[in-house]
Nanobody
């Protein structure tokens, strides 16, 4: 059974940083591209970043490019999202996703507020 477990969310002040992690199990992690999404209340879920199976290729939504960095550790079956210069509009539930298999984690809440 595939499981994705996110962690690292919390309350942070504007301009601050957080590092989210997603631990995967039940799949051959190194075979799949991984993505981070977020969903704010009343808004559609949006794709933020994707990393290829090897970690060699990444892509980002324009609004987070330069502030967020996605990375993965295939030896540990984890994918991370480093978020810098956080803004109140980054407040959302952040979820990791295996696009090829359709699995989602339960999400971790990020709140950016002073």
């Amino acid at each position: 059974q595939v499981q994705l477990v996110e962690s690292g969310g919390g309350l942070v002040q504007p301009g601050g940083s957080l590092r989210l992690s997603c631990a995967a199990s039940g799949l051959l992690f190194s075979r799949y591209a991984m993505s981070w999404y977020r969903q704010a209340p009343g808004k559609e879920r949006e794709l933020l970043a994707t990393v290829s199976s090897t970690g060699g290729t990444t892509s980002y939504k324009d609004t987070v490019k330069g502030r967020f960095t996605i990375s993965r550790d295939n030896a540990k079956s984890t994918v991370s999202l480093r978020m810098n210069s956080l803004k109140p509009e980054d407040t959302a539930v952040y979820l990791c996703h295996v696009r090829q298999l359709g699995y989602w984690g339960q999400g971790t809440q990020v709140t950016v507020s002073s």
